[in-house]
């Protein structure tokens, strides 16, 4: 099962604590074209939250959020996809995702013969207007669709290898919307601590919170992420801020709070230095497109 493909129940896991999930999870591939042949095809996803299952499925994907915002994990990251942005899934690629109540989201599949260069991990990217359309379009194809026409097959083929050919370029236009992951149990714990607890949270209060001291916690992160835990901690602040200001009805002051920040003003300046817009206007721009 993929991030959008979501409506048969019987595919799905029911949301659990994302720490009880196993970094090594048993390998479950989702057909999705459910033994047809179309080279692509598309799907819409409007729906309730949920977490999915570890999985992978044999087609490349590429994801355009349309309102709310999903969260896939794997293996190497952790990536946001806010509003009007795209994930890009390989073929082959193990990930979960997290679906905020209200998401809505629209992907397009490929064969993987028709993007070779698809590579071997998930990026977010700014799509352009013209993807954007194309991938709404896309929607007359159900990734699922049975044979149609000789005419209709030629016509969908020739689409689809066109919108190949365009999202091959806009995956050198990578979005920083990731955060790391790791493999070593203390730098693990002291991520998911800090995620946890961004309202309040500290160096010491995390060094105390996984029995190591400040100077060796800041050691770990050096060498098993090659940044920092403050600018892990800005950028769990930052990713946590853009998922809530894409809600309806929060406030720019509600969510510098909850990302634990003192001041309105060193809210606003970290959130442009990091997205290049000020809260209000990402806001605002989202609550716009939203409708």
């Known amino acids: 099962m993929t991030v959008s493909a979501l409506s048969d129940r019987g595919l799905t896991e029911p949301a659990k604590d994302r720490r009880g999930v196993s970094r090594h999870p048993t390998r479950r591939v989702i057909e999705l074209r459910r033994g047809g042949r179309a080279l692509g095809g598309s799907y819409l996803y409007e729906g309730e939250g949920l977490i999915t299952g570890w999985h992978s499925h044999e087609v490349h994907q590429i994801e355009y959020a349309i309102g709310g915002v999903v969260e896939v994990e794997t293996a190497a990251a952790h990536y946001l996809l806010p509003p009007q942005q795209a994930a890009w899934i390989p073929a082959g690629l193990d990930h979960q995702a997290t679906m905020a109540p209200g998401v809505r989201t629209v992907a397009v599949m490929f064969d993987a013969k028709m993007i070779p260069t698809g590579g071997d991990r998930t990026r977010i990217l700014a799509v352009s207007p013209l993807i954007r359309e194309m991938m709404i379009y896309a929607l007359r194809w159900p990734i699922d669709r049975g044979v149609g026409s000789a005419h209709d097959e030629r016509v969908s083929d020739a689409f689809f290898r066109t919108l190949a050919d365009l999202v091959v370029e806009a995956l050198d236009h990578e979005a920083p919307l990731s955060l ?6 203390i730098v693990d714990a002291a991520m998911a601590f800090t995620k946890e607890h961004l309202q309040s949270v500290s160096a010491d ?16 992160f050096h ?4 940044l920092s835990w403050r600018t892990y901690l800005l950028h769990a602040r930052m990713l946590r801020a853009m998922a809530l200001l894409a809600s309806p009805g929060q406030t720019v002051q509600e969510t510098s709070t909850a990302v634990g920040f003192e001041n309105l003003s060193s809210f606003s300046r970290a959130f442009t230095e990091f997205c290049g817009e000020t809260p209000s206007t990402y806001r605002k721009r989202v609550a716009a497109e939203r409708v």
């Open 223 to 226: 060498d098993e992420l090659g």
């Open 205 to 220: 209060r995390v060094s105390r919170a996984v029995a190591v001291s400040e100077r060796t916690l800041r050691r770990l």
């Open 180 to 185: 790391p992951t790791s493999e070593h149990p």
